[in-house]
């Protein structure tokens, strides 16, 4: 087939406003907004979502804009919704061992309700426990046992007394110690003076019942030690047997307000026994001494202990939890234990304990970045243990390392049921692959989003839908059918096919955005098709500047382009920019040398390290075809070099491969190439033109720079045929080839484009060789030529390098 040009028609889709059935947006906001194009990932995530056993994590590859997050955090708000409310987590004291804290999973409401009446309790306390130690029966049972106790220890001091009484000392007790003196003959305390007159005998008589007497003291301090320990105990126990049916009264209301799964049950009683036994061993902290401003801040301190921290409270909520966490620090993502400073410590306790968001999302969702977690060691080691095992345990990083001393805790690890959906690109997915796959293994359901999708009637009125929920979620203007189906071409241009749309719903999101904001500022109703088109031009000029300055480099001519006339070996080849968030295309000269020599094709930007290895690739499948075109005369002795002109950034991609192609073989045959037709195509081994990227932006750079230099009817461009469905152009570009200014001519081989460039005809091989009127055939005879060359110059130098001369 020869070169076909196309019509105005074929160069864009175009959406007509009457086919999508609706008058503007407004009446769309009551349809469901579907997952557009994305029935695959759809049905993915549904089956992960839906898995219940462990490991079935999603991992959710796609673009930034293609509505991964947002459908995501759609289907957990549906799924949670009809998911039961997941209990309560609090943390106890641990009377038993205080830097274990106990851990205690309670139905959804229940961990408030146990706090509120540990509080009670606590109040009843302070105010029950005193006012029931100063009842009569207490007071008058308390009497009679310390009366009774005393008696006992009267007894034993009456007798004490006596013996020291006949041994001539006077003894008397003085604040819990024995004071006792030597008496003389008239019953008078004897002085040190008078001890000293006394003779050596009565001195040591004196000694020795000095010392049977401190015998006698010591066994009897021991007598009413034990005495007292017992009355002390005794009362202790008429304390407690007065107290402890108030405290299990007390116990007993708290645990009568909760309902609680029988685990959970047990694991409260146990808690419950802990803190009465604590109140038991505390009861002195009750009763008011001499220092009360002391006792009564001991006290407070003290009933702190019995605080319930409602680490996560459920009781608001109707369905499993939903969490988004942007912001996966290591407290935010697994908990932490808060520090308090005390002197040169840090203190904390169980109440200081806050949950995560994985805690929080127990029973439900959690939504994580994979691009977060990377680029935190420390968040990905302690993931990866808990999706090991399934258990969470709070702790806080780095304590260890502080500078002051710090009192820890290790609280009581949990087990933690949740669903976690990672987002993350499809590069960084099948990193992980492949320097973690034990981490990987945990995400076993990949949601994979597809950049664009095939393009029917029911995804282009579920686009529709999608701008009217937006305008609806925003609070926008609504949108007219023809702005709408603006929306959805610049859809289809995205994606660079007039068969598919694309994806990113990203950019159509700020398309809208946009658009609102322009017909917001002439005070419209609504949104039309002229509001569209002017931010869609509004968006170009703000991107455009470093286009435009290239394009002013051609028109002042110091980047050389020639659109008109014909030179040999010279061909407009068609490149593109992309800066990231804009693409265009440039046009760049391309030419080529050819002479005799044994060195083949020689690739320049090859040799000076400035291509890339797609590029290298296309130029040695050219050099290929090259050869099996002229196979028949091989070998060739040919010296050839190509070069891209004014090229200083490096080039890749092979789409140049035809314009070299035929800037080489027009260097060999001698014919000129037309200068306003540029080309772009990759040529395969076999001669056939191959799509290419970037068609629109290729085309319409090229046009605007013939518009530069002189639009005069005779420019265009020649691509390959099986890019034609690709074609999403501008509507300038459109309406120049309507009105006959410009051209857009396909191709499916290189014959074809090069009988277009030349207005020769190719050439067929025959028995002979190729026909002389044809490009191959004048390519042919140059070819012989430089072999020629080639054989005469060896014959001066004295014939085949390495032979032997005959006689």
């Not at 019942?209 to 009413?224: M, N, Q």
């Not at 002197?343 to 994580?368: C, E, K, P, W, Y």
């Not at 007219?480 to 749309?501: K, N, P, Y």
């Not at 192609?661 to 200068?675: D, I």
């Amino acid at each position: 087939m020869s070169c076909v040009e196309l019509a105005a028609a074929d160069l864009r889709l175009k959406v007509a406003p009457e086919s999508l059935g609706f008058e503007d947006t407004s009446s769309l906001v009551g349809s469901p907004l579907p997952w557009i194009g994305q029935a695959r990932a759809e049905a993915a995530a549904r089956f992960g979502m839906q898995m219940g056993h462990r490991d079935y994590n999603l991992f959710v590859l796609g673009e930034v804009g293609s509505g991964r997050r947002t459908l995501l955090s759609q289907m957990m708000r549906e799924l949670a919704a009809s998911r039961a409310v997941p209990p309560d987590l609090c943390f106890l004291n641990n009377f038993d061992e205080a830097d274990h804290p106990l851990a205690l999973r309670m139905p959804a409401g229940q961990g408030r309700v146990l706090r509120q009446q540990m509080a009670q309790w606590v109040k009843d306390l302070q105010t029950e426990l005193p006012k029931r130690l100063q009842q009569d029966d207490f007071l008058a049972e308390r009497q009679r046992m310390e009366q009774a106790g005393k008696a006992e220890v009267d007894a034993p001091y009456a007798t004490l007394s006596a013996y020291a009484e006949a041994h001539q000392f006077a003894l008397m007790r003085d604040q819990g110690h024995m004071v006792f003196t030597l008496k003389d003959a008239q019953g008078e305390p004897v002085t040190a003076g008078q001890a000293l007159l006394l003779s050596r005998e009565k001195r040591a008589e004196m000694d020795a019942a000095e010392e049977a007497l401190r015998s006698e003291i010591g066994r009897y301090l021991d007598k009413t030690r034990a005495l007292e320990r017992v009355m002390t105990e005794s009362l202790t126990a008429l304390r407690r047997q007065t107290l402890k049916p108030l405290l299990d009264q007390g116990l007993a209301r708290v645990r009568q307000q909760l309902n609680l799964p029988l685990e959970a049950a047990d694991k409260l009683a146990a808690y419950a026994q802990q803190a009465q036994q604590c109140v038991l061993d505390n009861l002195a902290l009750f009763e008011p001494g001499e220092e009360e401003a002391v006792r009564q801040e001991a006290l407070q301190a003290w009933l702190t202990l019995f605080r319930v921290n409602v680490a996560v409270d459920n009781h608001a909520c109707t369905g499993a939890p939903v969490i988004v966490e942007d912001n996966p620090l290591y407290r935010n993502l697994f908990g932490s234990i808060e520090y308090e400073s005390d002197g040169n410590d840090l203190v904390t306790d169980f109440d200081q304990i806050r949950a995560g968001s994985l805690l929080r999302a127990h029973g439900g969702f959690l939504m994580l970045h994979l691009r977060d977690l990377l680029t935190d060691p420390p968040v990905w080691e302690k993931l990866g243990r808990f999706l090991r095992s399934g258990r969470l345990q709070i702790e806080e990083p780095g304590m260890a390392h502080q500078s002051m001393a710090a009192v820890s805790l290790t609280p009581e690890a949990v087990d933690v049921d949740v669903k976690l959906v990672l987002i993350a690109s499809v590069d960084a997915y099948y990193a992980v692959q492949e320097i973690d796959p034990e981490f990987a293994r945990r995400f076993r359901c990949k949601v994979d989003f597809a950049e664009s999708f095939k393009a029917t009637a029911q995804t282009v009125q579920a686009s529709a839908v999608f701008v009217a929920h937006t305008c609806e979620r925003l609070g926008l203007l609504h949108f007219s059918a023809a702005a709408v189906a603006l929306i959805i071409e610049d859809s289809h241009r995205l994606a660079g096919d007039q068969t598919r749309q694309s994806a990113l719903f990203g950019r159509s999101e700020n398309l809208v955005i946009e658009s609102h904001a322009v017909a917001k500022s002439r005070g419209a109703e609504r949104v039309e098709a002229a509001d569209v088109q002017a931010t869609q031009t509004a968006l170009q000029q703000r991107l455009a500047c470093p286009q435009e300055r290239i394009q002013e480099t051609i028109a002042d001519g110091d980047r050389l382009l020639v659109v008109r006339g014909e030179l040999v070996a010279q061909i407009n080849g068609l490149t593109v920019m992309d800066l990231g968030d804009h693409a265009f295309g440039v046009p760049v000269r391309v030419t080529a040398r050819s002479f005799a020599g044994d060195e083949g094709l020689l690739n320049i930007e090859r040799e000076v390290e400035m291509s890339g290895p797609i590029h290298d690739k296309g130029v040695l499948i050219l050099h290929s075809y090259l050869a099996a075109l002229f196979a028949h005369i091989a070998p060739l002795s040919m010296n050839a070099a190509v070069v891209f002109e004014q090229e200083y950034g490096g080039v890749e991609g092979d789409s140049a491969s035809c314009a070299e192609l035929f800037a080489l073989l027009s260097s060999l045959s001698g014919l000129p190439l037309h200068q306003g037709i540029a080309v772009t195509g990759a040529v395969n081994q076999h001669g056939e033109l191959l799509p290419v990227g970037g068609i629109n932006e290729k085309i319409e750079g090229y046009f605007h720079s013939c518009e530069l230099l002189g639009l005069d009817g005779q420019q265009g461009v020649l691509m390959p045929a099986r890019n034609r469905r690709h074609l999403m152009l501008h509507e300038r570009v459109v309406q120049a080839v309507a009105q006959g200014r410009f051209h857009i001519h396909m191709a499916n081989d290189v014959g074809d484009g090069l009988a277009l460039l030349t207005g020769w005809p190719f050439g067929q091989l025959t028995a002979g060789g190729y026909p002389a009127h044809s490009v191959l055939g004048r390519a042919q005879k140059t070819l012989m030529d430089f072999r020629r060359a080639c054989e005469a110059l060896t014959l001066r130098r004295g014939g085949p390098r390495g032979g032997k001369k005959r006689s």
